[in-house]
């Protein structure tokens, strides 16, 4: 045992990759990641990949794409292109045969013959491609059993235990019959089992069931391990199905235990289990049964300890090498990259307690799409992940850059992994916490030390007294980001000495120029004044910031255009302003990247946001909502920005390492007016007091350009503007309905 342990010590924690590429079916439909992210027909993706410094890649050769109508009118093109170029690239595939699938149309979980006709698609792909040796023909067949055979979320829809016993039995006898094929051709071939890895806490009245689900993740294990019988903890629940016991101890005649134990895991894996329903909010309460499923991270005071403990049960379970095969979060940057280092950090120190924890993979690669709503619907709810799909190519994120640092075993060093993720934050509750000791019993010390050891940076930002200003403040101390908000008074961006004083005192890591001279009409005879704001101020910070090897965000408008195309404008685009406020914007541009070429540089334009009572929507819903008329003009368009949208965004280009001109907005181009008529219609309020009118009658100083719409082509990064407005009107439903309380205001 000593040996073994030191024999661990000796080798290195491997870093792997994921592609998302579940084909899952719902009734008729099929939905499949790899089209949604482009890898499908993308294959200088590969190419990507490997500079992450990964060697091994959990990579997909779907039996529903390559062989939908049987083996012998199979399309191998895909695969062919694409498994020898990584072996080119010094990366080793895991073959991953279904994901979250049930098969090709002709058949499906709960098929009878469903093993044998996976099993001879393996051994089509051991024949094809016999040098490869590591193989998962079946992605977590309990999770995928769990939704298609007792849930019925996924095809074949099932909602009984019997259906479910039935899909999870098809699914591992399928993996163990497959691996057989595959040994034939390739007996070094080796099996990476995966399933989520999740375990249960609960009420004492709820013990019963948080001990039955804690037993029944280990089925599939179980079952292909061999340890399935008369003297297993749920052999009463399996035969009570009416299967006939036969098909159980089957496993133990054929027992293929994995090579490696994939375990999989996710915020949502672990969870809390209590009868009070009352104290959770209504899509976490199963009211047919009378009791709360809900995260156990939103709800226990104290969190639980996170993987570690349960890699420990695995372990010693199994006895069996392990690897985390999916590690993920839908969350910010700075979040996604703590997860993953926390992950790492206690597979790290696992190891040192002689625990053979072989690898971590970060799963999606490419991100993710709609898995808000487990892949029932496409609303294009997209999760980055290393790259980001929303730029026409694929976009590396910091998540990218740690990924690198990981697999070559280099200090981590990003100012934003200090602080501790929102699962460890005392804003993380979606109901009163709980304090119990069922999180105290699975403690598990974490090694913060690295990520502590990291300086603590703030980001500084400037312009506290205005929208932009306040809303990064307010957002940076939702994401838990060290920051420093100025007011003109303490940081006076237009003077190099004021700036140095402030970057000497706090030694950003970066700031975010968010004040500026902002009244467009009196910037026409208050020229001096727009300039130094505008033009000198973001000047100095660039220069001072490139001095310091600070990074700088600063903002520019839409109004450096002329207005004089018919269709948004993109980054590229010449400028060409018409008033003085945007002549300030278009020359800061110039002068901060010529000073500090790493700067991100954001035009944005048309705010309106939850925070502040002066933006055109709220001013329109105002007035609209009291009955008075409010005019808005019909001629000018623009692309309006909901303010949260755009910091988040922003706070993750400057956390990337972006750098020169993005353009921001949520997308829409239309006028004022309009703009004003689909604020009133998400939010309920009668329109009829909304007068159209041409710009000439607001009587502006200033020319504005009768077309200034922004899109990007570098990457559309905000949602759509609808969907910005139901969210605004949510955020603002309740303030309204008390000031006016005989109108209706939705709050959908």
Not at 629 to 640: C, H, I, K
Not at 653 to 659: A, P, Q, T
């Amino acid at each position: 045992m000593e040996e073994e342990q030191q024999i661990i010590q000796r080798s290195k924690l491997e870093l792997w990759g994921g592609l998302e590429c579940t084909h899952n079916r719902v009734g008729d439909v099929y939905f499949c990641q790899m089209e949604r992210n482009g890898h499908a027909t993308r294959s200088d993706d590969l190419e990507r990949f490997a500079t992450l410094g990964i060697r091994t890649i959990r990579y997909p050769v779907l039996w529903e794409r390559t062989a939908p109508n049987g083996i012998d009118r199979a399309d191998w093109s895909w695969p062919d292109e694409r498994l020898p170029r990584l072996r080119d690239l010094g990366i080793e595939p895991i073959a991953g045969l279904v994901h979250h699938g049930s098969g090709p149309p002709h058949t499906s979980l709960a098929d009878p013959a469903f093993a044998e006709k996976l099993t001879e698609f393996a051994g089509a792909v051991a024949q094809r491609y016999p040098w490869i040796d590591y193989y998962t023909p079946v992605n977590e067949p309990l999770t995928t059993a769990r939704f298609s055979g007792l849930y019925g979320i996924w095809y074949p829809h099932g909602r009984d235990d019997k259906t479910f016993v039935t899909t999870l039995l098809n699914q591992c006898r399928a993996v163990a019959l497959s691996m057989k094929a595959i040994r034939k051709v390739n007996p070094k071939a080796k099996l990476v089992q995966t399933d989520d890895l999740g375990k249960s806490y609960s009420t004492p009245k709820m013990s019963g069931r948080a001990d039955f689900y804690n037993e029944r993740r280990w089925l599939a294990w179980d079952l292909l391990c061999g340890k399935v019988g008369p003297d297993h903890e749920l052999w009463n629940y399996l035969i009570g199905t009416g299967i006939d016991k036969s098909q159980f101890l089957w496993f133990r005649d054929n027992p293929c235990p994995p090579d490696i134990i994939g375990a999989n895991y996710y915020v949502t894996s672990e969870r809390w289990l209590d009868e009070r329903i009352e104290r959770y909010p209504d899509r976490f309460v199963d009211r047919e049964n009378g009791f709360a499923d809900i995260e156990a991270s939103r709800a226990l005071a104290t969190p639980t300890s996170g993987i570690g403990p349960l890699l420990q049960e695995v372990w010693d379970r199994y006895r069996l090498p392990i690897a985390i095969t999916e590690v993920h979060i839908d969350t910010t940057r700075e979040d996604q990259m703590r997860w993953l280092l926390e992950i790492w950090q206690a597979a790290s120190q696992l190891r040192q307690h002689g625990v053979d924890v072989r690898a971590v993979t970060v799963w999606s690669l490419l991100g993710s799409y709609d898995w808000n709503t487990l892949v029932t619907q496409s609303n294009g709810y997209y999760e980055p992940g290393p790259f980001d799909m929303r730029s026409p190519q694929p976009r590396p994120t910091a998540v990218a850059a740690l990924m690198k640092n990981l697999a070559h075993e280099q200090p981590v060093s990003h100012p934003v992994l200090h602080g501790q993720g929102w699962w460890r934050r005392q804003e993380r509750f979606f109901c009163p916490p709980v304090a119990t000791r069922a999180a105290a019993t699975s403690l598990f010390k974490l090694d913060r030390r690295s990520a502590e050891s990291i300086p603590n940076q703030p980001i500084l930002i400037t312009g506290a007294n205005g929208t932009l200003g306040s809303a990064f403040a307010r957002i940076c101390e939702q994401r838990n980001l060290c920051h420093h908000l100025f007011t003109r008074k303490e940081m006076d961006i237009a003077v190099a000495a004021s700036v140095e004083k402030a970057i000497e005192q706090y030694r950003p890591w970066a700031v975010i120029n968010a004040g500026g001279y902002v009244r467009v009409d009196d910037a026409e005879h208050e020229i001096d004044q727009c300039f130094r704001e505008n033009t000198i101020g973001p000047s100095v910070l660039a220069d001072v910031c490139s001095r310091h090897g600070a990074r700088l965000m600063t903002f520019s408008s839409d109004l450096v255009f002329d207005g004089g195309k018919q269709n948004p404008y993109h980054e590229s685009d010449s400028v060409a302003p018409l008033n003085n406020y945007g002549k300030s914007k278009a020359e800061a541009e110039k002068r901060v990247l010529d000073r500090h070429s790493d700067s991100i540089v954001i035009r944005t334009s048309s705010f309106f946001g939850p925070w502040d009572n002066h933006n055109f929507v709220t001013l329109a819903l105002r007035e609209l909502t009291r009955g008075r008329p409010f005019l808005a003009a019909r001629d000018l368009t623009v692309s309006p920005t909901y303010v949260p949208d755009l910091v988040h965004a922003c706070l993750d280009l400057l956390i990337d390492g972006e750098n020169g001109i993005w353009h921001l907005t949520n997308g829409r181009a239309l006028t004022w007016a309009e703009l004003a008529l689909a604020a009133t219609d998400v939010a309920g309020v009668d329109a009829s007091r909304l007068e159209a009118c041409s710009s000439n009658e607001l009587n502006h100083t200033a020319m504005r350009p009768v077309y200034s719409a922004l899109s990007s082509e570098r990457a559309i990064l905000l949602p759509p503007l609808n969907s910005a407005l139901e969210r605004y009107i949510k955020s603002r439903a309740d303030s309204l309905k008390k000031e006016f309380p005989s109108q209706a205001v939705a709050s959908r």
